[in-house]
Nanobody, 120 residues
């Protein structure tokens, strides 16, 4: 079993910054990719940013240039540095990891979610 534990959410003023952290632990053979999704009230869960095992990143158009996704492979941790935050960034942010077991089977895991609220 694998656990994803998120931290770093909170309330911030427009234009401010926050950093989210997600640590994976448990029965991990290899992590293929880690990333972040978000879900605002009444909306679907959408991809925010993703980073692969090779370090390649991809971002939603709405956060490109403002958010940075990075990864510490040694600690199985993924970070999301969020700058120039806007009220429309308000959502529950979920960590996601695509993890392989020793037999090469892939599993998709989710964190419990952390609230980010951008408001004056």
């Amino acid at each position: 079993q694998v656990q994803l534990v998120e931290s770093g959410g909170g309330l911030v003023h427009p234009g401010g910054s926050l950093t989210l952290s997600c640590a994976a632990s448990g029965n991990i053979f290899s992590i293929n990719a880690m990333g972040w999704y978000r879900q605002a009230p009444g909306k679907q869960r959408d991809l925010v940013a993703i980073i692969t095992s090779s370090g390649s990143t991809d971002y939603a158009d709405s956060v490109q240039g403002r958010f940075t996704c990075s990864r510490d492979s040694a600690s199985n941790t993924v970070l999301l540095q969020m700058n120039s935050l806007k009220p429309e960034d308000t959502a529950v942010y979920y960590c996601n990891a695509l993890i392989s077991n020793a037999w090469g089977r892939n599993y998709n895991y989710w964190g419990q979610g952390t609230q980010v609220t951008v408001s004056s």
